[in-house]
């Protein structure tokens, strides 16, 4: 599985931004999908994701703002962000896992990692 992020780049606060993260490899349907984060010198975090068996679902500092999608046809997953805040700013990664039942905010559970894109919000 490879996954390739794009979409990043410098936007104001209040701003919008879509991410995307195209998925080549195996059966894209197969897989459950992710968004993570790193901000400088922080852990990284859990976005938004979604699996076969469940709709999205969203980090708590997310929520309302950011909406998770996916296009199976294009292989292709999406994280639209929304009023943008300038504590969003952070490198954002895309990621994989085999879908199943239970869903999953763990980084750990997730096998296959795009290389990030890079989100700025200036204030």
């Known amino acids: 599985v490879q996954l390739q992020a794009s979409g990043g780049g410098l936007v104001q606060a209040g701003g919008s931004l879509r991410l995307s993260c195209a998925f080549s490899g195996r059966t894209f349907s197969n897989y459950a999908l992710a968004w993570f984060r790193q901000a400088p010198e922080k852990e990284r975090e859990f976005v938004a994701g979604?699996?076969?068996?469940?709709?999205?679902f969203y980090g708590d500092s997310v929520k309302g703002r950011f909406t998770f999608s996916r296009d199976n046809a294009k292989k292709t997953a999406y994280l639209q962000m929304n009023s943008l805040k300038p504590e969003d700013t952070a490198v954002y990664y895309c990621a994989a896992r085999w879908d199943s039942y239970a869903p999953s905010r763990e980084k750990k559970d997730f096998d296959y990692w795009g290389q990030g894109t890079l989100v700025t919000v200036s204030s």
């Open positions: 979604a699996t076969n068996y469940f709709s999205a």
